[in-house]
């Protein structure tokens, strides 16, 4: 997989990266019911998400798997609601994949 870096103006003039192979890895969790709805959510949608979501999708990432899976898996409602936009585009994704 060739390696894309996807980047974005930051407060006027600095240059956040994204390095788009990391995004992939870290969506990447070794539980086969999270790969299987954050890679292809990595691989096909975060390029085309705003620079606001990539960064909540950046932030989503940093939880631990067993809350991405209750949230993912519709059996529990994340603390921090800024995760619910985030987690309905991933069942998007999913459900329009299926």
């Known amino acids: 997989m060739p390696i894309t870096v996807v980047a974005h103006l ?5 240059m956040q990266e994204f390095n788009k192979q990391k995004i992939f890895w870290h969506s990447r969790r ?3 019911e999270l ?3 954050l890679v292809p959510f990595a ?10 979501d990539q960064l909540l999708y950046i932030d989503f990432l940093k939880e ?8 993912l ?5 994340p603390k921090e609601s800024r995760f619910e936009s985030i987690i309905q ?10």
């Open 10 to 14: 930051v407060d006027g003039d600095k």
């Open 30 to 32: 070794g539980m086969l």
């Open 35 to 37: 790969d299987l709805l």
């Open 43 to 52: 691989t096909d949608v975060f390029e085309s998400l705003s620079r606001q």
């Open 64 to 71: 631990e798997d067993q809350d991405l899976f209750s949230w």
């Open 73 to 77: 898996m519709q059996r529990a409602v």
């Open 89 to 98: 585009q991933i069942l998007a994704h999913n459900s329009d994949s299926a």
